[in-house]
């Protein structure tokens, strides 16, 4: 058995750390903090943690600082401060790091929309609205389940639809659309698009209040968000099924809000040639950091500090009931009738009128006699 | 010098070993480039800080990664970076030899090798297993060791 040696103290330091760097686990990094005195050492004072974060997600750059939210011992050292100091700094940065590392990395995957917010443009609202793409199934009871765009002769238009995240600092792993195919038109025709492209971002207003001022149903103004991400294109396949994009690395989405660009269509309506994009389901596939970590920008352009409670769980996201440190302003909804706070107060509105909506209840004949033209299933003109 | 097409350049290791070596193959070292650029009288260059025995495998590495032409060809990438892992099936007093070869020689790929094959040998292993590859004693006390454990349960689990 050959006699081993101490790299890291016998190599440079800029070595030492370069092979550190290639450690892409952050159980890796924290056992080898675990090896001895100067291991420990060299990992904290080098923010092997901190840089392992920077490279698996670009998006930190952003970051101003990270905030134990428990630590009672004040603010983090000032230059030219006592060399014990800093070094409790950064003892505390790397507890943080190794932290956020496997929260990013590790920590459970699940569903991550919230709720629907808005899309470029709507042909029949609230029957053909956005919410509808939270909806697994193109149909419910009868009703076909949908978001159709306004129709256009340019088949360049695009289309954007806008969805808020379960938290406002979440990894997205993977994103699926299912474009719509009308069953019950001549040749049942799929309303795909030619590519969809993904953009990720945070509100431009900094109170969470004013998320309600996005009316539903109308044209989101694009100022009102900043998109920090823009993923590459991905040709969509005119096929009626849930379309999985992955993206080439997971993608730290802060602020908590994502777009999902539809370019190019390639469908017209036999009734009057116009084309259309229409999608039957989207849904969202990554890891909510909260309530662990919570992200506060700073400015417009993105700058934010992270706060971290050390006392919280990484959970699995789930849009709705037990999430307390979500803060929304929509209505949450009777359990029979959705499953997820996904639905406006004008869908409610069109249930109670007796409307046939999106509900998940058997439909009964005997109902159709006063709304004969919502009950026959076609396409809304 | 003689007017060949291919020119010489002769190294001496730290031992006194002598390596006549093509100017292409040497030039992977940028040490070496920028030592040729500014004397191209031709004499021996010495490297002082490397043995004979590294400096034989260094010449080795760079001979290979001039002699394949770099190519888009998914099958030749592979073949070069199995290559690679033979090459690195050595032991680990010739591996961190070979790390400061290429850091003092400035050979980029070379270094990143060498450093990826040491982060390869740590990934997935326990701090003892570590402790034991690189005969590195364990200077904490339990009680240290029991609060870097708790404070990162998952890493250890």
């Known amino acids: 058995m050959e006699l081993g040696k101490d790299f890291l103290d016998s190599l440079d330091i800029d070595t030492s750390v370069k092979v550190l760097m290639y450690l892409d686990d952050p159980c890796d990094v924290v056992r080898v903090g675990s090896v001895s005195h100067f291991w420990r050492d060299f990992v904290i004072s080098n923010s092997v943690c901190k840089q392992l974060c920077l490279r698996l997600f670009p998006q930190l750059s952003s970051l101003v600082r990270v905030v134990d939210i428990t630590d009672r011992a004040g603010m983090p050292a000032e230059a030219g401060s006592s060399r014990s100091i800093e070094w409790e700094h950064e003892d505390r940065e790397h507890k943080i790091y190794a932290s956020l590392a496997w929260g990013l990395t590790s920590s459970e995957v699940s569903d991550c929309i919230s709720e629907a917010i808005s899309a470029s443009s709507t042909d029949n609202y609230p029957e053909e609205s956005i919410h509808n793409t939270l909806e697994p199934m193109d149909r419910v009871g009868r009703r076909a389940s949908y978001w159709s765009s306004s129709g256009q002769r340019n088949p360049a238009v695009p289309e954007k639809l806008t969805y808020k995240l379960v938290s406002d600092f979440c990894v997205v792993t993977e994103i699926s659309v299912q474009p719509f195919q009308a069953f019950f038109q001549a040749y049942s025709p799929i309303y795909s698009a030619k590519a969809v492209r993904f953009r990720m971002g945070h509100q431009l207003f900094s109170d969470d209040s004013d998320s309600d001022q996005i009316m539903e149903g109308t044209q989101p103004a694009d100022n009102q968000f900043v998109w920090t991400y823009t993923s590459p294109e991905f040709p969509m396949a005119q096929e009626n099924s849930l379309q999985k994009f992955k993206l080439p690395q997971p993608v730290l989405c802060i602020g908590g809000f994502l777009q999902i660009e539809l370019l190019g269509r390639v469908q017209t309506q036999e009734m009057d040639g116009l084309f259309y994009i229409c999608v039957a389901h989207v849904q969202v596939v990554g890891r909510s950091l909260s309530p662990v970590f919570v992200a506060e920008i700073l400015d417009p352009s993105g700058k934010f500090i992270l706060k971290y409670n050390p006392k919280a769980k990484f959970s699995a996201p789930c849009a709705g009931e037990d999430h307390p440190d979500q803060v929304h302003g929509t209505p949450t909804v009777a359990p029979e009738i959705v499953h997820r706070q996904v639905r406006g107060w004008e869908q409610i509105l069109n249930l109670l009128r007796g409307n046939l909506g999106v509900g998940a209840y058997d439909f009964d004949d005997e109902h159709h006699e006063s709304d004969d033209e919502e009950l026959a299933v076609q396409f809304i003109p | ?157």
């Open chain 2, 1 to 157: 010098m003689s007017t060949e097409e291919r020119r010489i350049v002769v190294l001496r290791s730290s031992d006194e070993e002598i390596f006549e070596v093509d100017i292409d193959v040497a030039s992977e070292s940028q040490t070496i480039k920028h030592s040729i650029e500014d004397d191209d009288s031709g004499r021996v260059i010495p490297v002082p800080n490397v043995d004979g025995h590294t400096l034989a495998k260094v010449i080795e590495y760079c001979k290979k990664h001039v002699e394949t032409p770099r190519s888009d060809d998914r099958d030749a990438q592979d073949a070069l970076r199995a290559w690679d892992t033979e090459y690195m099936k050595i032991d680990q007093n010739t591996l961190f030899e070979l790390i400061l070869a290429a850091n003092y020689l400035n050979i980029k790929g070379l270094l990143d090798l060498t450093c990826q094959t040491v982060a390869d040998m740590i990934k997935g292993k326990s701090p003892e297993e570590i402790r034991a590859m690189f005969n590195i004693k364990n200077d904490f006390t339990p009680q240290e060791e029991e609060d870097i454990r708790k404070e990162n349960q998952w890493a250890f689990e």
